[in-house]
T-cell receptor, first 113, second 112 residues
């Protein structure tokens, strides 16, 4: 079975802190994604990566950065956390094909106070 | 404007009832996926439909891809409380994109 693991289920951080969310997948997928999910807004793409050290902005990249130093690991960084970044963060991975089947981690519920 | 429109947004039914949720777009898709997400968890892939007109069954769930590959439906027969969750459709527009775009989901509650 494909496994995507996010480092934390729940996080509480203070405004202004630098926050790291880690994601690891074990299926040798080329593509990795970070989404945030908010009530009424659905899943919105923050960043994605199609190869090691490659990254592309998604729909809402402001306030975030990413790092992909190894194929299996994709990190999301909140440079200076703000309360409007309180959300559910979902990491996903997939192969590069037109079926776009994505496999998700369990999610990280981040609260910024 | 949402690329994938899901309806209804919310559905609250009794155990044993049937239901259908819809996923519509004006765009043509190479494929569409359906996911189910339980509270506090990540979405889990249920099925992928690829061919226009395709019908796939997963126990009491029936998935259909429209002939023109612009829409899809999910029908649940004799719903059970274990079917409760958020149902999401996703896909990438035909043209080579591999980045899935998600609908906003249908939140289903099945009461015992």
């Amino acid at each position: 079975d494909v496994k995507v693991t996010q480092s934390s289920r729940y996080l509480v951080k203070r405004t202004g802190e630098k926050v790291f969310l880690e994601c690891v997948q074990d299926m040798d997928h080329e593509n990795m994604f970070w989404y945030r999910q908010d009530p009424g807004l659905g899943l919105r793409l923050i960043y994605f990566s199609y190869d090691v050290k490659m990254k592309e902005k998604g729909d809402i990249p402001e306030g975030y950065s990413v790092s992909r130093e190894k194929k299996e690991r994709f990190s999301l960084i909140l440079e200076s956390a703000s309360t409007n970044q309180t959300s559910m963060y979902l990491c996903a991975s997939s192969w590069t094909n037109l079926n776009t089947e994505a496999f998700f981690g369990q999610g990280t519920r981040l609260t910024v106070v | 404007t949402q690329l994938l429109e899901q309806s209804p947004q919310f559905l609250s039914i009794q155990e044993g009832e049937n239901l259908t949720v819809y996923c519509n777009s004006s765009s043509v898709f190479s494929s569409l996926q359906w996911y189910r997400q339980e509270p506090g968890e990540g979405p889990v892939l249920l099925v992928t439909v690829v061919t226009g007109g395709e019908v796939k069954k997963l126990k009491r769930l029936t998935f259909q891809f429209g002939d023109a590959r612009k829409d899809s439906s999910l029908h649940i027969t004799a719903a059970q409380p274990g079917d409760t969750g958020l149902y999401l459709c996703a896909g990438a527009e035909r043209g080579g994109s591999y980045i899935p775009t998600f609908g906003r989901g249908t939140s289903l509650i099945v009461h015992p």
